[in-house]
Nanobody, 124 residues
Framework: QVQLVESGGGLVQAGGSLRLSCAAS????????MGWFRQAPGKEREFVVG????????SYADSVKGRFTISRDNAKNTVYLQMNSLKPEDTAVYYC?????????????????WGQGTQVTVSS
């Protein structure tokens, strides 16, 4: 069983930065793509960013391009989300997820394991 544990969320003012981390259990982390999703109150969960197993390919939602950066350290079984120039509309619970395969898709149906989420709140 794979476990994903997010950390790094919190309260930040608009324009500020946060770095989320997602630590994964298990020896096969490097074989799978990873993704970050978020869910704001009253809204559906949405794709934020994904990264391939080797970290070469990344994909971003238009709303975060140029502000967020995903990376991974396969030696540490950890994926990171650096969030800069945060806006109040970035407020949500952020989830990391493991893809079924080596890539990462925009749909949450392509992910089989999920973390418990970490709250990010951006004040105006």
């Amino acid at each position: 069983q794979v476990q994903l544990v997010e950390s790094g969320g919190g309260l930040v003012q608009a324009g500020g930065s946060l770095r989320l981390s997602c630590a994964a259990s298990g020896p096969t982390f490097s074989r799978y793509g990873m993704g970050w999703f978020r869910q704001a109150p009253g809204k559906e969960r949405e794709f934020v960013v994904g990264i391939s197993s080797g970290g070469i390919r990344t994909s971003y939602a238009d709303s975060v391009k140029g502000r967020f950066t995903i990376s991974r350290d396969n030696a540490k079984n950890t994926v990171y989300l650096q969030m800069n120039s945060l806006k109040p509309e970035d407020t949500a619970v952020y989830y990391c997820a493991r893809s079924y395969y080596s890539g990462s898709d925009y749909t949450d149906k392509s992910y089989d394991f999920w973390g418990q989420g970490t709250q990010v709140t951006v004040s105006s």
